[in-house]
């Protein structure tokens, strides 16, 4: 079990929303030469990471920069699924906070994962146990679904590993903006398509991405 107690400074008390269907993921293409009209489509105009937010989530969730605890590694990942918190440590003490969303019920699974692949618009496809789950929501999409703005997975993606084998856990944007917040998904960690274009530059395959248990809780001290 992992301790969250060395997380983070600054974290906040816990966000409640409705749990809504998500998705989990599998790699196929889309046309690049659309990449760069898809990425202005989901920016807002003038978009201030820190103040925009035409997708009404609650202001604690938009971005800030924050004091991360001694000893974590720069580059690394941090997700606090009891905040709804995402961190990106950075070098010299700090680091970036998201608001996300993260998986339904039993499907959270905390671990360390080593990011292994990222992608710029993924194509997605459901995994058997999702279609096996709820096949009148899954079964249509069993071939795959390219990228793009309706995609579930939404702008970009990161790839979560256990060694060499693929967990098809991601950290990915969504097209479903009000979930964030809430428990929403079929496992992934979502986050808002802009946020998540800010965050893709800065993460490097080779990284690790810690997603902490929801069973202990971590007092709040902002």
């Known amino acids: 079990m992992l301790n969250r107690r060395h997380f983070l400074k600054r974290t906040s008390a816990l966000f409640g929303a409705a749990a809504l269907p998500a998705f989990a993921a599998q790699p196929a293409m889309a046309d690049r030469s659309n990449w760069a009209r898809w990425d202005a489509q989901v920016t807002p105009d003038g978009y201030i990471p820190e103040t925009?937010?035409?997708?009404?989530i609650h202001p604690r969730f938009l971005p800030a920069r924050v004091e991360a605890n001694a000893g974590l590694v720069?580059?690394?990942?941090?997700v606090d699924p009891i905040a709804r918190y995402l961190y990106h440590i950075e070098p010299g003490g700090t680091a970036m906070?998201?608001?996300v969303a993260i998986?339904?019920?039993n499907l959270y699974e905390p671990g360390v994962y080593t990011i292994r692949r990222k992608?710029?618009?993924p194509g997605w496809t459901p995994t058997a146990d999702m279609i096996a789950r709820e096949?009148?929501?899954?079964?249509?999409?069993?071939?795959g679904m390219p990228g793009g703005p309706q995609n579930p997975l939404g702008s970009r993606a990161f790839y979560l590993f256990e060694g060499n084998r693929d967990t098809y856990l991601r950290i990915h944007g969504t097209n479903e903006p009000w979930t964030i917040g809430g428990r929403a998904s079929s496992g992934c960690v979502r986050m808002i398509m802009a946020h998540i274009n800010d965050l893709y530059?800065?993460?490097s395959t080779?990284?690790?991405a810690h997603l902490y248990s929801t069973e202990r809780l971590v007092t709040a001290t902002s």
């Open 119 to 121: 992608a710029r618009w």
């Open 206 to 208: 080779g990284g690790r």
């Open 97 to 99: 906070r998201y608001g």
């Open 201 to 203: 530059t800065n993460v």
């Open 52 to 56: 925009t937010n035409p997708w009404d």
């Open 103 to 105: 998986a339904k019920g």
């Open 135 to 143: 096949p009148e929501v899954y079964e249509r999409f069993a071939d």
């Open 74 to 78: 720069p580059g690394d990942i941090h």
